[in-house]
């Protein structure tokens, strides 16, 4: 299949999904912006009105990480399941096992865009005034939207052999959730060795913060961490494209037989 048959295809069916999905809802597409807002508001409940954390710009603090982490965790989450879910049409025609996952994490996308502008709504309500530097939010962006891919065919992958798998990328997203500095500053950790691992080895850590350090301080981050981010991003991608490839009659008789 051509490059540009195969994204054609994959826009395709991420625009019919989201329909698809809209349709079965009251609120339609309201839910694209009420759901992470409500997630955002149990968790300030939580941490500034129970807990009192103290911080009297812990709401914006919170949606800067919040909402990005749930563009992972969702859009991992749905596309690990997505070449198992659609078993159907794999038996049927031979097409690209990669075509699942890059629709699932295009749909997340679409929906991602909107709940993005909310949050720079919140973020200028409360105070925080834009420039420049925000401008390189998108390479940020394009960095995490690369990094949900390589993670969605990695776990997509794992599901197709195992469907167990489901439930280590579940524990994996709540081990993430809590290590990634979504409630708490990691630059506020004491020990700068264990903030630099953190960093380096938490791709999501260090994607928050650089949110953060755009959105509420207006200063840039790393951009040597995330030149090293991408490029990394980029070479699991082309692995993970090529194993797909090798393993594609595999995995459909994988799922003939499951």
């Known amino acids: ?5 195969f994204f054609s295809l ?3 069916q991420a625009k019919s999904t989201l329909k698809s999905e ?8 309201l839910w694209w912006v ?16 129970l807990l009192n954390r103290g911080r009297a710009d812990f709401l914006v603090f919170l949606m800067c990480g919040k909402i990005p982490f749930m563009w992972f965790s969702k859009s991992v989450t749905s596309a690990s399941s997505s070449i198992t879910q659609n078993r159907g049409l794999v038996n049927q025609v031979d097409v690209p096992k990669a075509l699942f996952p890059y629709a699932s994490v295009q749909e997340s996308l679409y929906k991602q865009w909107v709940v993005f502008f909310v949050l720079f709504g919140v973020v200028i309500f409360n105070g925080f005034s834009p420039g420049l530097n925000w401008f390189w939010l998108l390479p940020v962006m394009f960095v995490q939207y ?8 990695i776990g997509a992958l794992c599901v197709s052999f195992v469907g167990d798998f489901r439930m280590v990328i579940g524990m994996g997203m709540m081990f993430l959730l809590f290590s990634s500095g979504i409630f708490w500053d990691i630059t506020m950790i004491a020990d700068p060795v264990m903030s630099d691992l953190l960093m380096t080895y ?3 850590a260090f994607l928050i913060d650089a949110y953060r350090q755009i959105l509420m301080k207006n200063v ?3 951009l040597n961490h995330l030149f090293i981010l991408g490029s990394v991003v980029l070479s699991v991608l082309f692995v993970m494209h ?5 393993t594609s009659k595999i995995i459909a008789a994988k799922l003939i037989n499951s």
Do not use: Q, W
Not at 22 to 29: E, I, K, N, P, T
Not at 146 to 153: H, N
Not at 242 to 246: A, D, E, M, N, Y
């Open 34 to 49: 009420i759901e992470p807002l409500l997630f955002v508001a149990v968790f300030y409940v939580v941490f500034e009105i």
């Open 242 to 246: 090529v194993v797909l490839h090798k």
């Open 220 to 222: 840039l981050y790393d």
């Open 202 to 204: 938490n791709p999501l």
């Open 10 to 12: 994959v826009n395709t």
């Open 22 to 29: 809209a349709s079965r809802f009251v609120l339609s597409y």
């Open 146 to 153: 690369g990094l949900i891919l390589a993670c969605s065919l």
């Open 1 to 5: 299949m051509k490059l540009f048959n």
